[in-house]
């Protein structure tokens, strides 16, 4: 195995930026941007990105880069904010693109000392590995692991370099530059099944030659705390808050049924896009919900478990563990979005059946939601029948094994409605849509149009007022006066995004001022400053005006921050409602 | 056979405007837009589709346009002005496309008295036919014409409606709404080989569920001209200068050789893309030229013939046929762009391999040079090896089959590159590149940039002053000062393609002074009008800013302007050079 090493040289943890050339193998230890000593996670990868990033390079080409940045505060006792943001330039929207991942690797990243990680250039001779820990990077050849699935590739890793390390790597789609590849990070028992999904990074990190950083924190020097008091204080604000939400407390919705409640939820607001957007409503929504979920994990027991947490130190626990009929483990994690995108999306109502997707998508290297939507634009083509889940899996295994239809699906919704002359392709900028339909929650439209993410319901939860009554209470068919809304939530989330902290504590700092408040002093205690909520909005403005910037110098302009046509003439059931809000709030939810 | 009639009321034929809708099968007779009056062609095409279409329609959607137009002089007896131009939103580019051919139809529908036909709607009950003569429009249903090769549909077709009707049509491509589809029109002798081949017009015109237009003059009126002593006068001047430039002559280099002349020509330059754009220069480049051309169809005899016409009425006459070993007829045309899309560029140097790839193309209704540039990036991604003639025939097959790597094929050179990994793509706004290299002929780079119909060597042809010694004398190689130069030729080029003139005669009419304005005068003969050659300019810089406005709204901005990345990064051999013309140049090029 061909090693390279490079120690680090002794930059001052607070500000320690790592450059690693995959072309040359050169390790750059450098000091961060003074002007970006403040931020972390998603503020780090943007406003990195936007500076270093010719707008107009090619994705897969030498010129983009792969940034990785753990949060603020990740790495401290803070709650459930063990989350790590994966930015480059997206080779599935051709904009800007951050995803973030729960993982305890977030956590060895911050406490090795790494305030962001920037690979560069491409190998051009095989595949390697990369191992960081608290006292330099090496290289390792990694053609081993080529073609490997995730499941195996980790396996491999972690009886190499030993259970303690963390992992972060591609698939076969990675390797294979699928636009719909993501990156995978391990859970708290190292199963590789935390992603950043979203936009195509895992075909960057491919275009590389990278499958896997390794990381390592049992040298580092942990996280600095410049205000141990004051941290201690808001993390004790914001840990209260988080137990007393009917949301996010232990016993509550997201801790007992895991996101999947939501399935019950959207169905009966009318805004569960079924069979590829073409209605609102899913007959059988009930036996995919969260309730038939927790229940059939009880009735199974074994392996299976609801509650279990994506990294230490989390409070919500909202993740699962999938059992067999036969109780032994089939997948973790049956989220909301890959059970709808598997399931009501494609007619389909087996859990079972979308527990198998998902494992496949984890293996493979893929976003479990652009798989998801891809296979719904497939079955407008006529590639396989709603409701058929075999088919749906014959699918995805074709992606795994690179066939022809395996590649194109392998692409993404927008490039298989392109390939087979289909017109109905749910996407915003080339990425498709998540499990709310436009047409019914008004809101989370003008956010799936005007992030500067791609259709992206994270980037600004609307969802909270128009459905859940959390942050407010608004009629989700209302089209008016909601442009405000999704920018304000945009730039709280884009704040929320750097912090680290997982944006299910938005349900719990909407409703309660105090963990508002808890959850800046606990930055405020982490970095030394003196910020309130009037600067939460601020940084986020700055950082999404950044990502603005770069997509505008990548060609994008308000025509962008559309929907697709067939929402704007296509009455959706049971509501027989269009897309109607009027293109003046569009842009002004994205800043125009 | 399920027909529909419907009869002209009787507009004025000088401003008679079509208008069919195939969902409804209604059809209205309407007057030109009053502004429009003068003009014709591309000036038409361009005009009402800015006027009509959503720029962020679904090229593919019910709200796209296919836009037919003759142009001004066409059907009369203005020398080499048999041309006609088909408008839309494009499926390739997502921008504003019109592409014209040479063909006895576009007199025909001149003739019978169609200065625009606007094709709306989408059928949503099987495969159409409209046959449309001076008297009024007519529906057929067409199904059992569905899957047809243009050759056996257009036998069927005359042999159903007479071998003096003109023929519109689509192939298998267009059919299954592939971008790299054109729209096919017959020639002199009826073969449906004279192509709208960019853009993926032929998409578009399956997406309306129209398999073929079929027109009859014989009950139609002519063309009404208003000064027949001016357009006598001007007619004679330019038909003088036709016939007496060595390029345009009888007997001269197009005529001789037909533009195959340019191979050897653009070979010696360096300008000629090899093997995917990675060199510009073929060894065995003289295999393929005009020359080689010439000597093997006066060799072989029989049907072959050089100095073909492709309407009535040209004295260039640069159209060939080509004959099998036996001199039995294989193909006719084979043009510069196709020889060298599926010869140089994808090392093939076997004439007869590239006649059959052609006469592939023409049957499944596909543009060559798009065909070609596309499997450059399918050699590129390993899909076959460059130089192999046999297997880029199969891949054809497959795009005719659809097979999913036909299907991803038939979407044209960007989606390939996207589907296959691959970064050095040659594309503008998704448009495949023509055979002129961008590094080593600077200007012509500049047109690809910036002209808003994606890579287009029509567009703004500066091969004439950079290589060909026409209209001035300038170094290739020079990046500097060719902003004005491609400004000034795209206009004075949307100008001619409204007209109706061939673009070869601009040899003539950039080197003869009596030319261009005997071009001017037949023009003001058949309008009436009085221009001069600053109205050439200024009429076609309307047109350019309709377009531009266009594709503003659909989404361009100047990032849009620009070569793909990795023009800028690596070298063309023999030269060495990357593109290096300044971005200041390629904006005021693109009127910025």
């Given amino acids: 195995m061909h090693i390279v090493r490079t120690h680090w040289k002794g ?4 500000s320690r930026m790592i450059r690693v050339n995959m072309q040359t193998r050169e390790v750059m230890e450098e000091t961060l941007p003074r002007d970006y000593g403040h931020l972390g996670g998603r503020g780090l990868t943007s406003m ?3 500076d270093e990033l010719s707008p107009t390079c090619h994705p897969l080409g030498p010129n983009n880069k792969l940034i990785i940045a753990p949060g603020i505060v990740t790495g401290t006792r803070a ?34 000392g790494i305030r962001v990680l920037i690979i560069e250039g491409q190998a051009d001779d095989g595949l390697w590995l990369l191992r960081v820990d608290g006292d330099g990077v090496q290289f390792a050849n990694a053609d081993e692991l080529q073609g490997l699935g995730m499941y195996d590739a980790a396996e491999r890793i972690f009886s190499e370099y030993g259970g303690d390390v963390g992992i972060m790597g591609i698939g076969p789609g990675g390797e294979a530059l699928m636009s719909m590849a993501g990156v995978a990070f391990n859970d708290n028992e ?4 935390r992603y950043s999904g979203r936009g195509g990074l895992g075909a960057v990190m491919g275009s590389k030659g990278l499958k896997a950083l390794v990381v390592d924190d049992s040298d580092g020097s942990g996280v600095n705390i410049a205000d141990e008091e004051r941290f201690r204080q808001g993390t004790r604000d914001l840990s209260n808050a988080l137990t007393s939400h009917d949301v996010t407390r232990p016993g509550g919705t997201l801790n007992s ?17 079924t069979r590829n957007f073409s209605e609102g409503s899913f007959e059988t929504a009930d036996e995919i919900s969260g309730e038939t979920l927790a229940d059939a994990i009880e009735e199974r027991g074994g392996d299976g478990m609801v509650g279990h947490s994506c990294h230490p130190g989390c409070i919500i626990q909202c993740s699962n563990i999938w059992p067999r009929p036969d109780g032994t483990e089939h997948v973790s994690v ?4 890959s059970d709808w995108a598997l399931g009501a999306n494609l007619g389909v109502d087996d859990l079972d059946e979308i527990a198998e997707m998902i494992r496949l998508c984890n293996d493979i290297g893929l976003d479990t939601i652009e798989t998801g939507v891809t296979l719904g634009v497939a079955m407008e083509a006529g590639l396989a ?12 295994r074709e992606i795994e094994a690179g066939t022809p239809t395996g590649r194109i699906l392998g692409q993404g919704a927008e490039v298989t409605g392109q390939v087979f002359g289909v017109t109905r392709v749910p996407t915003v900028k080339g990425q498709g849509m998540p499990a709310y339909e436009p047409r019914a929650v008004k809101g989370m439209g003008i956010t799936y149009a005007t992030t500067p993410m791609g259709a992206d319901h994270t980037a600004g939860y609307t969802i909270a007022p128009e459905i859940l009554g ?7 068919l209302d089209p008016e006066n909601k442009g405000d809304l999704s920018r304000e939530l945009q730039a709280v989330t884009a704040f929320l995004d750097s912090s680290g902290y997982c944006l299910f504590i938005a349900f719990a700092i909407m409703d309660m001022e105090s963990g508002m408040e808890g959850m800046i002093e606990s930055v405020n205690g982490v970095l030394g400053t003196d910020w309130t909520v009037d600067d939460v909005s601020r940084i986020g403005e700055e950082i999404l005006a950044a990502e603005r910037d770069f997509n505008r110098e990548a060609g994008f302009t308000s025509a962008h921050d559309r929907l697709p046509e067939f929402m704007r003439y296509e009455d959706l059931p049971p509501h027989d409602e269009v897309f109607d809000v009027d293109e003046r709030d569009l842009d002004s939810a994205a800043g125009r």
């Fill in 11 to 14: 930059v001052d943890l607070v």
């Fill in 48 to 50: 990195l990105a936007a």
């Fill in 79 to 112: 709650p459930s904010s063990g989350r790590v943001s994966v930015g480059a330039k997206s080779p599935l929207t051709g904009g800007i693109k951050e995803s973030n991942a729960g993982t305890p690797v977030s956590q060895q990243l911050a406490r090795a």
């Fill in 190 to 193: 190292n199963r590789p099944c």
């Fill in 257 to 273: 049924y895991g996101t999947a409640a939501l399935i019950n939820v959207l169905n009966e607001a009318g805004g569960l896009p």
């Fill in 334 to 337: 049956l989220e909301y979005e």
């Fill in 385 to 396: 029948d709603f409701g058929d889940g075999q088919r749906a899996i014959e699918l995805i």
């Fill in 470 to 476: 959390v942050g407010g209470d608004l009629d989700p």
